[in-house]
């Protein structure tokens, strides 16, 4: 098993990230919030939790200790599986996942793609005496800086790995955009996560 891996960030989009240790570029399926957490950066530790398939050996990233528990806490639940869980956290930073399930929130669970009411009850019944509220948890990730197009561009790209229909993507970013141009591209995305 991996733990993490410390090296140089060759490539970052808001879904993927391409980390080079000792000569050797490991692939990592991130979330918005690592991604978040690794904007600006050159090198970096991220931390690691490794899917084998019959089909595929798979590595997931995360900024933090807490996202990747928070990830197998989620991936435990009947129902939800690696990329389930990699989109909750996408669009629900680690403290806001641990207070939506502390306060049995259906509601914010059934806004993230593909959790349907049942999967969202089955969260908070399995989590809820496993996910306890922590003082002083990390929530300040720093923003990336890109020009307009570049954030579209990106977020649309993004959305469209996770699944999303390109053309609707498209508009929903370009109406994000329209009224709020400054925003950073993963606040666009943690945005049109709520509008598709």
């Given amino acids: 098993m991996i733990e993490y891996i410390k090296g140089e960030i060759v ?5 993927r990230m391409v980390l080079e240790c000792s000569g050797i570029g490991y692939e990592l399926n991130i979330s918005l919030n ?3 957490a690794f904007g600006s950066k050159t090198t970096g530790k991220i931390y ?3 899917v084998i398939r019959e089909d595929a050996h798979l590595l997931f990233g995360f900024a933090e200790k807490i996202e990747r528990e928070l990830f197998l806490l989620l991936t435990s639940v009947s129902g939800v599986g690696p990329n389930t869980a990699r989109m909750i956290l996408s669009s629900l930073p680690p403290t806001e996942l641990i207070q939506v399930i ?3 929130n259906e509601a914010a669970l059934t806004a993230v793609k593909g959790i349907g009411l049942k999967t969202a009850q ?3 019944v399995d989590l809820r005496n ?9 929530g300040n990730l720093p923003e990336a800086s ?8 990106e977020a649309v790209a993004a959305l469209v790995m996770l699944g999303f229909q390109k053309a609707a993507s498209q508009k929903a970013v370009a109406a994000i955009l ?3 141009p400054a925003l950073a591209v993963e606040q666009v995305i943690k945005t049109a996560l709520r509008m598709l």
């Avoid at 890109?146 to 561009?153: D, F, K, N």
Wanted: glycine content about 10%.
């Fill in 34 to 36: 690592t991604y978040s």
């Fill in 122 to 124: 089955r969260i908070l």
């Fill in 146 to 153: 890109v020009s307009s197009g570049a954030v579209a561009e």
């Fill in 11 to 15: 490539e970052l989009t808001p879904t």
């Fill in 102 to 104: 502390g306060s049995k």
């Fill in 130 to 138: 496993k996910v306890k509220p922590m003082e002083g948890m990390a």
């Fill in 178 to 180: 329209k009224g709020s």
């Fill in 48 to 50: 690691i939790y490794e």
